[in-house]
């Protein structure tokens, strides 16, 4: 850890109790652990070098508004929109991103509703209330519980389900997943994953089993970051964690989607980091479908310093905007970590895709079954699938059930 | 504006015959634009994605479509022809009839059609005794395979998918149209009734419209445009363009006349 980690350190989102654990020894976050597969690829290479060489500080209204003029944007355009220069042009951004979206994506707006199955997790990720330091109500859902919420689930209208679990393959190991694959299957069209990075091999399994959809979450793109707020578990390992969605597809996913938790660092080189991640794996397999989200912090049990509001809701649109304007034919999600009212306006300029009927707690979907386990975050948009669904045809919205058959 | 060349004029798909040369296509979809494209557009034709065809659930698109409407079902998801073939199947298994429009699609940047792949799910399908309906990038030689593959019409695109570019590929376009004896129908890419009219009045059998409905303001007043820009551009090329405009200059009395005449 260089000096400058340290010092950064001192501020930010550290509880005492996780100053405690700093210092420790802690394995080298940059080199693979047996049984990680490791893959020729020159893409992270590629991202760590442009994120370090991005200074938003070189550009102006000029580079700005020559972004805005293109219909095809280049990484550059992509960084200037991302600067702070672009601020004052949010207005025209949000315009800007309105068109780009309809243009590919009409006035559909894609519903789904995530699924924890499990929190069990061996990781340290220090803004995260699942962390396997936090005293949490652990759980994980057999088949029959499973197969209980997906009912539920399903009988809201919702065709496409994403499956969470937290990262434990001990617990949640890949046949379990791919059990919860083969029966999401049985009642939705479209089945994402967001659970533990594996290999190729295990994603192409999982993509039998019925799955179509990963993501990962990089969280911070700045690997010494990422080192200091990753303390512990095989989620230390930072390019097998980057490398994730490239392992996805060539296991014969149909799409991959990519995040970083914005407000962890430097939320501009975050966001810059992320879309051209996605824009360099689309061009290294174009039939590759893309999604972005764009989650920022939110309060977690046991660290009262974490909070959102480094990134406000300007930067937000921000974000969600040049993500559009340089991926116009990405999916973007919005979570229920935002509240209706953000939500409502981010997909009419630029989102296309909304979870309704949340909840983040394990089971807790269906009336019969109590929540096993705690949620990993507060959610702010507790709207159920039918208001989301009548907000969006009363924004003028066509809200999209499915969109995909598995073959 | 019917006129008594028009009367007789109708488009015949697979021996099916409609009366408007107006086909809704699939990528923006909601029931005003059905409801508009049908009652102000003179839709008869409408396209169904089947991996939006939400069995059973809400916003189920099978449940906006009337009766005595042709259903065209498309293959879009497929990135193979084996994809697409096992899509057509299935639309088939719900009751979609046997039409089918096939897209296969391995970009996922520019939604291009994989002419290659194109082809053969073509041959699989027309041998299954499917109508089909090859969505392509226009090629002559693709063309000519795809006839010979069994399609009912041939579907070139006018330029990529969403973008209202209009029509791009227009001078291969009308290759397809000199040298093919199918249906050619304009997919893709028409942004403004003017395009339609110009794709129409190059010959062009029947033009699939949909983002540029579906994005319009007025979404039952732009039906209504493309519905007449579609008969206007029609009737230009029954009626026959001028030389002048068709083929670049040409007289309109003949100038060696006067050789005949002193022969004769
Ligand atoms: S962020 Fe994910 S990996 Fe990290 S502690 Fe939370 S659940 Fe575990």
Redesign the interface.
Known sequence: MGQANEARLETGIFSEEIREHLPKNRINHMKYLPGMEAIKSDVLKEVIAARAGYDYKAYGPKEVRQALNKDSLSPEDFKALLSPAALPFLEEMAQAAKVRT???????IYMFTPLYIANYCENYCIYCGFNCHNKIKRAKLNAKEIETEMKAIAET???EILLLTGESSKMSDVKYIGEACKIAREYF?VVGLEVYPMNSEDYAYLQKCGADYVTVFQETYDSDRYETLHLAGHKRIFPYRFNAQERALMGGMR?VGFAALLGLDDFRKDAFATGYHAYLL?RKY?????ALSCPRLRPIINNEKINPMDVHEAQLVQVVTAYRLFLP?ANITVSTRECAKVRQHLVQMGATKISAGVSVAIGGHSDDSEAKGDEQFEISDARTVKEV?DDLVDQGL????????Y? | METQQTKEDKLVIGGQVFDSRFILGS????LDLIKAAISHGGAQMITL??????QG????ILDFIPKGVTLLPNTS???NAK?AV??AR?ARELGCGDFVKIEVI????Y?LPDNQETIQATEMLAKEGFIVMPYMYPDLNVARDLKNAGAATIMPLGSPI???KGLCTKEFIKILIDEIDLPIIVDAGIGRPSDACLAMEMGAAAVMI??AI??ARDVVSMAAAFKNAIIAGRAAYLAGLGRVIDKGAAASSPLTGFLQEQEG
């Open positions: 309809r243009e590919h994506y009409g006035n559909s209208g919702l065709k069209n799409g689309q174009p039939q590759a479908e893309i034919y669904y066509q809200p999209v059930m499915s969109d995909y058959i073959l | 990528g923006k979809y909601s994605a089947l991996r939006r065809a939400n659930g809400v916003g189920n998801g497929a990135r994809e096992r899509i299935l391995r970009d996922s940047k939604l969403g973008s209202n949909n983002t579906a994005t």
